[in-house]
C-alpha cells in the first residue's frame, strides 16, 4: 500500500499531469491537485471521500452502491413543480 503524508509527496507523483494509482493508496492529508487521476486496479473500495470541485468527464463505472448522498441544487421553473 502506498501512503501519501504530504501534498508535496504527492505532486511528486504526478507525471505529464497525470496521477497514477497502482493497488491500494491512502491519503494521510488533505490535497489539492491539477492532474487526472488514473487508477491501475481491479475493485476499488473507498469510505469517507470527502470532495468539492471535483470535475469528470469521461466516467464509467457499474456496481455503484452509494449511502448518504449529499446535494445541491437549484431549480428554476417557467410551469409548476411537482415532488415525488
Request: hydrophobic share 45%; glycine share 4%.
Amino acid at each position: 500500500m502506498k501512503i501519501y503524508k504530504t501534498q508535496q509527496e504527492v505532486e511528486k507523483d504526478i507525471k505529464n499531469g497525470i496521477l497514477e494509482i497502482e493497488g491500494d493508496v491512502k491519503f494521510e492529508c488533505s490535497i489539492s491537485i491539477e492532474a487526472s487521476i488514473r487508477v491501475i486496479a481491479g475493485d476499488i473500495t473507498a469510505w469517507d471521500i470527502n470532495a468539492w470541485n471535483i470535475n469528470a468527464w469521461d466516467i464509467n463505472a457499474g456496481n455503484i452502491n452509494a449511502k448518504n448522498i449529499l446535494y445541491y441544487a437549484v431549480c428554476f421553473a417557467y410551469q409548476d413543480i411537482k415532488c415525488f
